[in-house]
T-cell receptor, first 114, second 113 residues
Framework: AQSVTQLDSQVPVFEEAPVELRCNYS??????LFWYVQYPNQGLQLLLK??????LVESINGFEAEFNKSQTSFHLRKPSVHISDTAEYFC????????????FGKGTRLHILP | KAGVTQTPRYLIKTRGQQVTLSCSPI?????VSWYQQTPGQGLQFLFE???????NKGNFPGRFSGRQFSNSRSEMNVSTLELGDSALYLC????????????FGAGSRLTVL
């Protein structure tokens, strides 16, 4: 079965500094990968996804993630964070050749320091 | 276009009681998935329904059950509540097919005393 590991439960970072949130998944022949964001007292929202094609995917608010098949990783990065990025970020994976079930990591809470 | 609606948003129950949570998906979405979110375990998959049939199931005891109606609305039920069932229960809907992107509701926060 697929699994997702988010190594950091919390990441503090100063405003306008770069950030990387790490995500590794258990290997599979093919995978779909997602990052979701959860703002306080809200449900999860899709941030970006990798289905196929270019290994670098971007979101509309400056985040990007790169699919690395050899390292089974899908790390999320942003070159300069803003206070409004304070949220919990979840990496997720599904296996399109099996049951399509989407499995989430335990989440990484991003704290933006003034 | 209305989003995913979950009711109730908050509820408090005592051990041994049962609870029913409701989820109305986005219009046109036929798949509904349920997740349990707790601080220690993150999001854990409960089950997924598509066209009134359970398509996938997570590793939860039989006290957790669900169903889907012909209009794609879904309910989940937890019987004989335990303290450890306190959590945020999230419902998500999606279109059919592969690469199903989930759209989440705001959740139902259950507290078991």
């Amino acid at each position: 079965a697929q699994s997702v590991t988010q190594l950091d439960s919390q990441v503090p970072v100063f405003e306008e500094a770069p950030v990387e949130l790490r995500c590794n998944y258990s290997s599979s022949v093919s995978v779909y990968l997602f990052w979701y964001v959860q703002y306080p007292n809200q449900g999860l929202q899709l941030l970006l996804k990798y289905l196929s094609g270019s290994t670098l995917v971007e979101s509309i608010n400056g985040f990007e993630a790169e699919f690395n098949k050899s390292q089974t990783s899908f790390h999320l990065r942003k070159p300069s964070v803003h206070i409004s990025d304070t949220a919990e970020y979840f990496c997720a994976v599904s296996d399109p050749n099996r049951d399509d079930k989407i499995i989430f990591g335990k989440g990484t809470r991003l704290h933006i320091l003034p | 276009k209305a989003g995913v609606t979950q009711t109730p948003r908050y509820l408090i129950k005592t051990r041994g009681q049962q609870v029913t949570l409701s989820c109305s998906p986005i219009s046109g979405h036929r798949s509904v998935s349920w997740y349990q979110q707790t601080p220690g375990q993150g999001l854990q998959f409960l089950f997924e329904y598509f066209s009134e049939t359970q398509r996938n199931k997570g590793n939860f005891p039989g006290r957790f059950s669900g169903r889907q109606f012909s209009n794609s609305r879904s309910e989940m039920n937890v019987s004989t509540l335990e303290l450890g069932d306190s959590a945020l229960y999230l419902c998500a809907s999606s279109l059919i097919g592969k690469a199903n992107v989930l759209t989440f509701g705001a959740g139902s926060r259950l507290t078991v005393l």
